[in-house]
C-alpha cells in the first residue's frame, strides 16, 4: 500500500513564497508520473503541476511561470517550489501518485 505524505503548507502574505512536499512510501509505479492539484473552499480540485518519471513537467496555466515541480528519486519526494503566491493560491494542496491521494495540505495566502 502507497502512502503519500505532504508537508510544507502554511499562511504567507501575496507575493511570498511556499514549499511543498510529498513523501512517497510504499511501492507504485505512479502510472510514470506525480504531482500536484488543488482544491479551493466550494469549488471543484484542479490540477496544478505534474511531474513524468524521465522528468517532463506540466502546469497550469494559472501558476506557469510562478511555480516548479521537481523530484527527488532517491527520496521518492516530489516538490512544489511556489513563488510570487497570491490570494486566489489558496487552497489545499494534494499530492497524486496514480490512483493514490494525499492527505492534503493547506496553503493560505492573505492579500
Known amino acids: 500500500v502507497l502512502q503519500l505524505v505532504e508537508s510544507g503548507g502554511g499562511s504567507v502574505q501575496a507575493g511570498g513564497s511556499l514549499r511543498l512536499s510529498c513523501a512517497a512510501s510504499?511501492?507504485?509505479?505512479?502510472?510514470?508520473?506525480m504531482g500536484w492539484y488543488r482544491q479551493a473552499p466550494g469549488k471543484e480540485r484542479e490540477f496544478v503541476s505534474i511531474i513524468e518519471q524521465a522528468g517532463t513537467t506540466l502546469y497550469a496555466d494559472s501558476v506557469k511561470g510562478r511555480f516548479t515541480i521537481s523530484q527527488d528519486s532517491a527520496k521518492n519526494t516530489v516538490y512544489l517550489q511556489m513563488n510570487s503566491l497570491k490570494p486566489e493560491d489558496t487552497a489545499t494542496y494534494y499530492c497524486r501518485c496514480g490512483a493514490y491521494w494525499g492527505q492534503g495540505t493547506q496553503v493560505t495566502v492573505s492579500s
Open positions: 510504499g511501492y507504485s509505479d505512479c502510472s510514470g508520473y
